[in-house]
């Protein structure tokens, strides 16, 4: 008997020498192998549905996805719409009608991995919180003859979106943005009426104010190209005439155009340039041609700058990314490790960040990646609770009390006051009185009186090369000097925008182009450049957290 057990034993201590040695376990002895990256769900962003959802909107705008991904969007667990999409930077998908109470989530897919779900959006009610009724629309003017496009804000984001040129139906979209660009047909006569108008829940809001469309210009500018990298699908022009018909060429083949309205527009290319190619625009209204633009040589991937973060705190869960290409795939590191996988500027990441982690990111075109980013530190501490927030003019340019109310300061530390902020006015500070007194006057407005105002208020002074920490706004101080001051900040996109005054806020320097670099870009009267501060803001438009009055 004892001979028949020493057997067995024997036989198993063999067959678990042999396991060992071809590399295996006995169970229950052996660990769970780790899960291969390409397999964890977790190491795909969630997406971003993007706020507010209003009852009755018929489009839901997703963002922050891997470029060809395919996204599934649901109500309270139930798919409701979807698709493939390439724009991470901002894709709108048609669902049904949305109804008071919906929780909506979305999902990326990628090579067969499914992201975990976005971060629920609740369906709420415009009309019971905006019991005022709909806004009423701003068209972006001028409106030239001949132009087949147009650009339309202040929107309740969601609605039915209808454009108007002598009373007649020229252009509509359903399931607008709170900015919506759309096509005309036919395209703009001079003298023509044009309005806009935006219906939702079957309630029609006001029109806006009618526009006369103006007769071409006698020229027009040059467009500009930005730098497009082998892989890329898009090309970036900039300075472009509302409505004009815009083209993107490759040598003398045309691979894009379309109407615009004014400002930049991403085209996709097709076919797609190779590294080495010479890409120009032009843009036309009725007989006037401007030049082309100077040729934009398509750069081999390997060159692929790295991108750009800014500060990060402990406990965040999001990261904005600058200087990316518009069709990049955005990787998020923390130590090395992948805690993020996206697109367009603001990924979400897989897991809050600790602090003391090293943070880095990269992107890629195809088979290319471009080196990591300058590693940045993780704050210690708790989450501050400061936020960029991103480019979204609508709500200060609302034609009405926000618009005229509230000026550059304002709109820099993005926060509403109604009471025309000036810097050092909460804090006690006067230097700004004798702005009223005489706007020459040589001792008003210099930069050490506002720069010394605006600390005061708690805004905190920054080298040019600076970091905000924790999630706060970088802003420009500039003056006109002996007559104004103004300001400037830093979106969640990375480029810069303005409200000069009263005035509409905008994304384009003097001259139309975007600001990029306030230090460089055309500020008209304003040429003392005084320097850089870092404020508490929110995501939230007019929600900023600095001392100001």
Request: aromatic share 8%; glycine share 12%; proline share 9%.
């Amino acid at each position: 008997m004892k001979s028949k057990i020493f057997y067995k034993w024997y036989i198993l201590v063999l067959l678990s020498i042999l396991i060992f040695y071809i590399g295996g376990c006995c169970p229950p002895f052996c660990k769970p192998d780790p899960p291969r990256p390409d397999d964890r769900k977790s190491m795909l962003s969630p997406p971003t549905v993007i706020p507010p959802l209003y009852e009755c909107a018929t489009a839901v705008s997703v963002e922050g996805f891997v470029p060809g991904a395919t996204i599934d969007i649901y109500a309270n667990g139930a798919r409701m719409g979807g698709g493939v999409s390439d724009a991470p930077w901002g894709q709108s998908f048609s669902v049904p009608a949305l109804v008071a109470g919906q929780l909506v989530t979305a999902t990326q897919t990628v090579s067969g991995i499914t992201s975990l779900p976005s971060k629920a959006v609740e369906v709420v009610s415009f009309f019971k919180t905006h019991p005022e009724g709909l806004p009423k629309p701003a068209l972006e003017t001028p409106l030239y003859e001949c132009g087949g496009a147009i650009g339309v804000r202040n929107l309740a984001q969601g609605g039915l979106l209808e454009v108007f040129a002598d009373g007649n139906l020229v252009g509509n979209v359903n399931g607008c943005g709170a900015g919506q660009w759309l096509f005309v047909n036919p395209s703009f006569v001079k003298n023509q009426g044009v309005y806009a108008a935006e219906t939702l829940c079957l309630i029609r809001g006001p029109q806006s104010d009618l526009e006369t469309v103006q007769a071409a210009p006698a020229s027009l500018p040059t467009p500009t190209v930005r730098d497009v990298y082998e892989g890329g699908k898009y090309a970036t022009v900039d300075n472009i005439v509302n409505g004009a018909m815009t083209k993107v060429y490759n040598g003398v083949l045309q691979i894009a155009g379309h109407y615009c309205s004014g400002g930049s527009q991403i085209f996709r290319l097709n076919p797609q340039p190779a590294a080495g190619d010479s890409l120009t625009a032009d843009q036309q209204l009725c007989n006037v041609k401007s030049n082309p633009s100077d040729p934009t040589t398509v750069k081999p991937c390997r060159e692929l700058p790295a991108p750009t973060i800014p500060s990060i705190c402990a406990g965040d869960d999001s990261i904005t990314v600058s200087g990316a290409v518009p069709d990049a795939r955005i990787r998020v590191y923390a130590n090395g490790n992948l805690i993020g996988d996206g697109g367009g500027t603001t990924i979400n990441l897989t897991r809050p960040v600790v602090g003391g982690e090293s943070i880095t990111v990269t992107q890629s075109l195809g088979q290319c990646t471009s080196p990591p980013s300058t590693p940045v530190q993780v704050g210690q501490g708790s989450k501050v609770a400061c936020s960029i927030p991103p480019y979204s003019p609508a709500y200060w340019n609302d034609g009405g009390f926000v618009e005229l109310n509230n000026n550059c300061y304002n709109y820099g530390n993005n926060k509403r006051t109604d009471t025309f902020a000036q810097p050092g006015r909460a804090a006690g500070a006067t230097w700004w009185h004798c702005k009223d007194a005489n706007r020459r006057d040589p001792a008003c407005a210099t930069c050490k009186d506002v720069y010394n105002a605006a600390i005061a208020d708690g805004l905190k002074p920054l080298p040019a090369s600076g970091i905000c920490p924790c999630n706060k706004d970088k802003l420009a101080l500039v003056i006109a000097p002996g007559w104004d001051y103004h300001w400037y900040r830093l979106d969640s996109g990375g480029m810069w925008s303005h409200k000069p005054g009263g005035t509409p806020a905008t994304d384009h320097d003097n001259s139309g182009n975007p600001v990029a670099n306030p230090e460089t870009a055309d500020r008209g009267e304003y040429t003392d450049f005084c320097g850089y501060f870092c404020s508490c803001s929110d995501a939230a438009q007019g929600q900023g957290h600095e001392n100001i009055n």
